[in-house]
C-alpha cells in the first residue's frame, strides 16, 4: 500500500492556473502508475489524467488536454498536476490514485487514493 497526500489546491479566478502535488510514501513509488480524478458535488468521480510508472505515456480527458499537465518526479516520490487555463467547469475535489498495473481512466483501476483538494474556479 502506497501512502498519498495532495496538496496545492485552492481558489482560483478563471483563466488562472494551479500546479498540484502528490506527495507518495509507503511503497516504491516509481512500481505505480498514477491517475489524477475529480469529484464535483452531486457528481461521480471523473477521470482527469494518467502517467505510466517511468511517465513515458500520458492520458488525458478530452475536456484538459491542452490545459492540464500530468508529471512525476520519481525521485521525490511526487506526482504533478499542472492546471492552466482554469474553468469553472473545473472545480472539484482533485484526488491523485495509484495503480500496481497501469494507467487507467476509470477509478477502480487504482488500489490506493489520496484524501483530495478542493479546486475552485471563480468567474
Known amino acids: 500500500q502506497v501512502q498519498l497526500v495532495e496538496s496545492g489546491g485552492g481558489l482560483v479566478q478563471v483563466g488562472g492556473s494551479l500546479r498540484l502535488s502528490c506527495a507518495a510514501s509507503?511503497?516504491?513509488?516509481?512500481?505505480?502508475?498514477m491517475g489524477w480524478f475529480r469529484q464535483a458535488p452531486g457528481n461521480e468521480r471523473e477521470f482527469v489524467a494518467a502517467?505510466?510508472?517511468?511517465?513515458?505515456?500520458?492520458y488525458y480527458t478530452d475536456s484538459v488536454k491542452g490545459r492540464f499537465t500530468i508529471s512525476r518526479d520519481n525521485a521525490k516520490n511526487t506526482l504533478y498536476l499542472q492546471m492552466n487555463s482554469l474553468k469553472p467547469e473545473d472545480t472539484a475535489v482533485y484526488y491523485c490514485?495509484?495503480?500496481?498495473?497501469?494507467?487507467?481512466?476509470?477509478?477502480?483501476?487504482?488500489?490506493?487514493w489520496g484524501q483530495g483538494t478542493q479546486v475552485t474556479v471563480s468567474s
Open positions: 490514485a495509484a495503480s500496481y498495473y497501469s494507467a487507467s481512466d476509470v477509478p477502480r483501476g487504482y488500489d490506493d
Open positions: 502517467i505510466s510508472r517511468i511517465g513515458s505515456s500520458t
Open positions: 509507503g511503497r516504491t513509488f516509481s512500481r505505480y502508475a
